[in-house]
């Protein structure tokens, strides 16, 4: 069993920047990729960011290339999600989840985090 614990939401203005946190507990997740989902009001959850195992490899979704950072620190057992350049439409909860196959078969989310940007 993994407990994902999601923190850094808040409230910022368009142009800002947020640092969002994924820690582990009950095991360690360094077997795990880790991923960053959003689901803003009245539409469906989507992917954002993802991390492979040992952090060597990441991948984004489109609108947020170039101005999100996914990182992996298997130590702390802690995920980052760099947020920059915040827009209004990035305003969403923003949930960790982990999976030791593919972004289809989650084993595991965190319970969200509200992130909100303000034109």
């Known amino acids: 069993q993994v407990q994902l614990g999601e923190s850094g939401g808040g409230l910022v203005q368009a142009g800002g920047s947020l640092r969002l946190s994924c820690a582990a507990s009950?095991?360690?997740?360094?077997?795990?990729?880790v991923g960053w989902f959003r689901q803003a009001p009245g539409k469906e959850r989507e992917f954002v960011a993802a991390?492979?195992?040992?952090?060597?490899?990441?991948s984004y979704a489109d609108p947020v290339k170039g101005r999100f950072t996914v990182s992996k620190d298997n130590a702390e057992n802690t995920v980052y999600l760099e947020m920059n350049s915040l827009k209004p439409e990035d305003t969403a909860i923003y949930y960790c989840?982990?999976?030791?196959?593919?972004?289809?078969?989650?084993?595991?989310w965190g319970q969200g985090t509200q992130v909100t940007g303000s034109s």
């Open positions: 989840a982990v999976t030791r196959g593919t972004w289809a078969r989650v084993e595991y």
């Open positions: 009950g095991r360690t997740f360094s077997n795990y990729a």
């Open positions: 991390v492979n195992w040992n952090g060597g490899r990441t």
